[in-house]
């Protein structure tokens, strides 16, 4: 029995509330044998092809596993797969699968079922919002435990794009279970150490141990996550110990959080990049000498320290440290004297109007920052509106195409579905400019997308991590966009609990959590 | 009776009437907000062609009147459609949320009416004395509180000092207490103001009077007499009030994790997932119609003056 449920037992305000209410106390559920986690969203979906959020992502992993892993420095390991071959033309991928695993309804894991679920990810009938990062044109059966996957053209990223929770493996079989269907599945049945036992929605999920697991076994009997959408009650429950872990607190409390000696905090490094975009489309933005003023002008690491109460790492190259393909590129240090002098050599005069959009509460901080961002603007005699919208609405302004684009800068952030520069490079590439895509700076150097795609195709991991160095030191020259900083993702835990990680993709790694001794 | 059926069929005629107005003006409403739902329920990372046929799934290549049309058919048939969000039915996802929504709006709304009367008619038996202004004092706050934040300090206080119930969820029964107490605080001030206006009212008209003449005792000139006779308004605030805890419970329901409807209201707008939003405006309508339904019907019961027909 907890503290709280022996207090509410005795406690007169506690009692009278209760009779006010006319509800009957219930029993609390078991504690020590529960690991309990507080989160912001309601999974929109438990369907591992249908998922875009990470934290959704996370949930899922405690039940449905995929062919490889990462670490928690980004490595790929394998998982389902004991291992694997790719062919001399980088198109053919033959995976060997860990034998004796099951899925939790008994059905087996083999080859059959791989390929049922691969066929089903390219299947046009079925939602799957990131199936660009799949090219598969086929998955032939070799054997029981061999599964050859053949591509549409060679894609180096492919077995990070399997380490993704969207190609998490379901069992085929359980597409009967009750309120599955083909094309939506909500009861998902995996392999994973912890079968998805109850759901209630905007409430809570419970996972139950799976005592047949195959892999290492888990500490926890249960791991229940509540559904809190405010970041204040989930630091709550923590402090009341109602739960033992959240993620993103409320950013000004960290540093409080972190003196505190019954909790733990883990600023994760993730794969985030905040940036403000730049419209290079519009005459005023379209000369790189501005573009490198805006950077130069803004003081990323104070905003980082004051702002972000330092979970950000200020950006050193056109993406995060944590992707394949990092290389750093330099820094735009704060220098406002070397800004003015750009801005006046561009023909750009003092009290010159800008406009910069930014979303309320998407980022961390999103507001904030970008009040500060205005601020230092100003310094260097630009005149900065800022504007804010709803999400939807966002998207919808800064999307819109080249011709009806009225935005000059806007504030977004960019997390790649897996950790490859591939994915970030999207940003920089032409074609996937509004509304071919969502590379809202209107980027286009053909050099870069040159490189960029030739690193899409290149299979030796060294010659495409020098590809994507050069495309990367050209963007930072060119400056799309004011390049910011990489996010740290905020996990908080009870001192009571040992073995918490993170993964560098905003994912918490507390499935073999324990008790501390 | 029958003419109480009469009337209760014809409100129920023009509540019929009632929704579906209601349901055209969400149905534009919602397509005139900016922003593409199928961009925003794909994610940023989606491409453009998993967009599109996202979009083409949403039936949003439709016309505006072949869209309506076609939620019209569904609903004649008690089918709210597919959220677009998580691919489930409405009707499910609403059905699954609204019991955590009247639970906690009629917990705050007896809450609020058993202190909001107690306090108003305490204010009414003595005015402008200490008690009255310390009420009036406590009822201004209690109008002008944000509930953000007395929601936050109400956990603070029981949640993490005392320990004494749970900051947030709907885990156990005592998981309502605090965003009752919270989202009740407002309707719980307004009762108790119109009932210490209203019973004040009463208490200088003459059968008051007589009544004291008479040597009844004040107890039960203020609880049987006044209040009886003052509570026409104060059902009207009270039945108000319940149709706005039904509606507004929207941030209570964020800071406490409560897994209401409000909650589900503000992420399907957020994700533009227009089936949830009009099922939900549809169902607040209707439990606010029926609310304004039984308060009429009240009015009768407690003032025998009043007669439909």
Redesign the interface.
């Known amino acids: 029995m907890t503290?709280?449920q022996h207090?509410?037992g005795r406690?007169p305000?506690?009692v009278a509330?209760?009779l006010?209410?006319?509800?009957?106390?219930?029993a609390?559920?078991a504690r020590a044998a529960t690991f309990r986690i507080?989160v912001g969203i309601?999974p929109?979906?438990m369907d591992p092809v249908?998922t875009?959020?990470t934290t959704v992502g996370n949930l899922v992993d405690y039940t449905v596993e995929t062919l490889t892993t990462i670490d928690e420095a980004g490595r790929i390991l394998p998982l389902l797969a004991e291992g694997w071959t790719v062919s001399a033309d980088g198109r053919q991928y033959t995976f060997k699968l860990h034998p004796g695993v099951r899925f939790h309804d008994g059905s087996p894991f083999d080859a059959k079922a791989v390929k049922w679920n691969f066929d089903r990810l390219i299947d046009?009938a079925v939602?799957?919002?990131?199936?660009?990062a799949y090219p598969i044109e086929k998955t032939d059966v070799v054997d029981p435990l061999t599964v050859r996957i053949t591509l549409k053209h060679p894609y180096a990223a492919f077995l990070g794009a399997l380490s993704s929770t969207t190609s998490g493996l379901l069992s085929p079989a359980s597409a009967v279970a009750p309120g599955n269907d083909y094309?939506?599945y909500?009861h998902i049945v995996g392999t994973g150490p912890y079968t998805l036992a109850e759901r209630?929605?905007?409430?809570?999920l419970t996972f139950a141990r799976y005592p047949a697991y195959w892999g290492r076994p888990t500490s926890y009997e249960s791991v229940v996550v509540?559904?809190?959408?405010?970041a204040?009650?989930?630091e709550?429950?923590l402090?009341?110990?109602?739960v033992d872990l959240i993620i993103l607190p409320p950013l000004a409390d960290v540093p409080a959080l972190q003196r505190n000696p019954a909790l733990k905090v883990l600023l994760a490094p993730s794969d985030r990049t905040i940036f403000v975009a730049i419209n290079t489309r519009k005459p005023l933005l379209s000369d790189r000498r501005v573009r490198q003023a805006l950077n130069y002008a803004v003081d990323k690491a104070a905003i980082v320290k004051n702002v972000l109460f330092g979970a950000a790492d200020p950006m050193d190259a056109p993406m995060a440290s944590t992707l394949f393909g990092y290389c750093r590129t330099g820094a735009y240090a704060h220098d406002p004297t070397r800004a003015k002098t750009l801005l006046a050599q561009a023909g750009i005069t003092p009290g010159t109007r800008l406009q910069l959009l930014h979303p309320t509460g998407r980022y961390v901080q999103d507001k904030e920052a970008a009040q500060a961002i205005a601020g230092y603007l100003r310094e260097v005699g630009l005149v900065v509106e800022l504007q804010t919208?709803?999400?939807?609405?966002?998207?919808?302004?800064i999307?819109t195409p080249a011709e009806r684009n009225t935005t000059q800068l806007h504030f977004l952030g960019?997390a790649?579905?897996f950790l490859d520069a591939s994915?970030q490079a999207l940003q920089f590439l032409s074609t996937y400019a509004p509304?071919?895509?969502?590379a809202t700076s209107f980027y286009a150097n053909p050099e870069v997308d040159r490189l960029i795609l030739a690193a899409e195709q290149e299979l030796s991991p060294d010659r495409r991590r020098s590809l994507y160095c050069e495309a990367s030191k050209q963007v930072w020259e060119d400056a799309p966009w004011v390049f910011l900083w990489v996010q740290r993702f905020p996990i908080v835990y009870s001192a009571k609990v040992t073995d918490v990680g993170s993964l560098p993709n905003e994912k918490f790694a507390a499935v073999h959590a324990r008790p501390a001794r | 009776m029958t003419t109480l059926r009469r009337y209760l069929a014809e409100r129920l005629a023009a509540a019929v009437v009632t929704l579906l107005g209601v349901s055209l003006i969400v149905f534009l409403m919602v397509r005139v907000l900016p922003g593409d739902p199928a961009r925003v329920i794909a994610g940023v990372l989606a491409s453009e062609e998993e967009v599109g046929r996202l979009r083409s799934q949403l039936e949003l290549d439709r016309s505006l009147p072949v869209q309506y049309g076609s939620f019209l058919l569904r609903l004649a048939r008690g089918n709210l459609g597919v959220s677009a969000r998580t691919s489930e039915p409405v009707t499910r996802e609403v059905l699954g949320r609204l019991p955590r929504t009247v639970e906690l709006a009629v917990v705050s709304s007896a809450i609020a009416t058993a202190i909001g009367i107690a306090a108003g008619v305490a204010a009414a038996a003595c005015p402008y004395s200490i008690v009255d202004y310390l009420l009036s004092v406590v009822t201004l706050s209690g109008v002008s509180m944000p509930v953000y934040w007395l929601g936050l300090v109400l956990i603070i206080v029981f949640a993490i000092d005392l320990n004494w119930l749970p900051a947030a969820g709907a885990e156990e029964p005592a998981s309502i207490v605090l965003p009752a107490l919270t989202l009740g605080a407002f309707s719980m001030a307004l009762i108790a103001r119109m009932t210490r206006s209203s019973v004040l009212e009463v208490l200088g008209q003459d059968y008051v009077r007589t009544a004291r003449a008479k040597g009844l005792a004040e107890r039960a000139v203020l609880w049987r007499h006044a209040l009886g006779n003052a509570l026409v308004p104060i059902i009207t605030a009270v039945g108000l009030q319940f149709g706005a805890l039904l509606g507004g419970a929207v941030l209570t329901e964020s800071v406490f994790g409560w897994p209401g409807l409000g909650l589900l209201l503000i992420d399907s707008i957020f994700a533009r997932d227009y089936p949830v939003v009009q099922g939900i405006v549809l169902t607040f309508s209707a439990l606010f119609t029926l609310t304004n339904l039984l308060v009429d019907l009240l009015y009768a019961y407690v003032d025998p003056r009043i007669h439909y027909g």
């Open positions: 503290r709280r207090r509410w406690g305000g506690a509330a209760g006010l209410v006319g509800v009957a106390l219930g609390g559920p507080a309601d929109d979906t249908q875009t959020t046009p939602r799957v919002p990131i199936r660009a094309k939506n909500v209630r929605k905007g409430e809570s509540r559904i809190v959408p405010e204040a009650t989930r709550s429950l402090l009341a110990g109602q919208m709803d999400w939807p609405s966002y998207v919808a302004t999307s960019w790649p579905p994915q509304p071919g895509g969502l």
